[in-house]
């Protein structure tokens, strides 16, 4: 028995898993949590996201393509393939429930999100999130995300200071966006269920 765990052990795969949740403590556990389910409300839930768009986040803040004064210096010594472990790791982690701080703007916010407006020419989010939030490879899972986060990366967007979104659908689609409507977008991502893992 003991020479069957020695030699699972040194098997490359639990080297491999060693490697991640050190990987993990060391670089992304203190804001986002061991399971990627931050506490902090500034800070994005990881859990649940496709590893190929995390993964191009990640890489993304690393280059300067997104700006990131707390997590450029911890990414700028990750190889790729580190950066793609770690992606990995998050997305088969099952994302906690969303926390609502201002329940009033939930019905609004879905009605946006759901159906955008069309008096600003805004779309509905759920053409690329999903009706669901789950998100798809290129788009990330947003359902049961942190409000405070959502609205900081909406109002981003807008204001041009973050540029990395696929096809510029981002900064086009929230440049139309009250604050109002982007408050009550952001009550309603996180009031949504959670979608499981591999949805």
């Given at each position: 028995m003991l020479a069957a765990l020695a030699a699972l052990?040194?098997?490359?795969?639990?080297?491999?898993?060693?490697?991640?949740?050190?990987?993990i403590t060391d670089s992304c556990a203190t804001c986002h949590t061991q399971?990627?389910?931050?506490?902090?409300?500034?800070?994005?839930?990881?859990?649940?996201l496709s590893a190929e768009y995390l993964a191009k986040q990640l890489r993304d803040v690393r280059s300067g393509a997104r700006k990131?004064?707390?997590?450029?210096?911890?990414?700028?010594?990750?190889?790729?393939?580190?950066?793609?472990a770690i992606?990995?790791?998050f997305s088969r982690q099952q994302r906690t429930p969303g926390i609502v701080t201002n329940?009033?703007?939930?019905?609004?916010?879905?009605?946006?999100?759901?159906e955008g407006n069309k008096e600003?020419?805004?779309?509905?989010?759920?053409?690329?999130?999903t009706k669901t939030g789950?998100?798809?490879?290129?788009?990330?899972?947003?359902?049961a995300q942190n409000a405070e986060y959502v609205i900081q990366q909406l109002r981003n967007f807008r204001s041009g200071e973050r540029t990395n979104d696929?096809?510029?659908?981002?900064?086009?689609?929230?440049?139309?966006?009250t604050d109002d409507e982007i408050q009550a977008v952001a009550q309603y991502v996180a009031s949504m269920p959670v979608p499981p893992v591999g949805r």
């Open positions: 052990f040194a098997t490359p795969l639990f080297a491999q898993t060693t490697d991640v949740d050190r990987l399971t990627g389910n931050s506490l902090a409300p500034p800070f994005p839930k990881l859990a649940g990131s004064e707390i997590m450029q210096p911890i990414l700028g010594d990750l190889s790729r393939g580190e950066i793609q992606a990995n790791y329940p009033k703007l939930i019905a609004a916010g879905e009605r946006v999100y759901l600003n020419g805004v779309p509905a989010c759920a053409g690329c999130h789950a998100g798809a490879p290129r788009f990330p899972m947003i359902a696929f096809g510029m659908l981002m900064r086009t689609t929230v440049s139309r966006l």
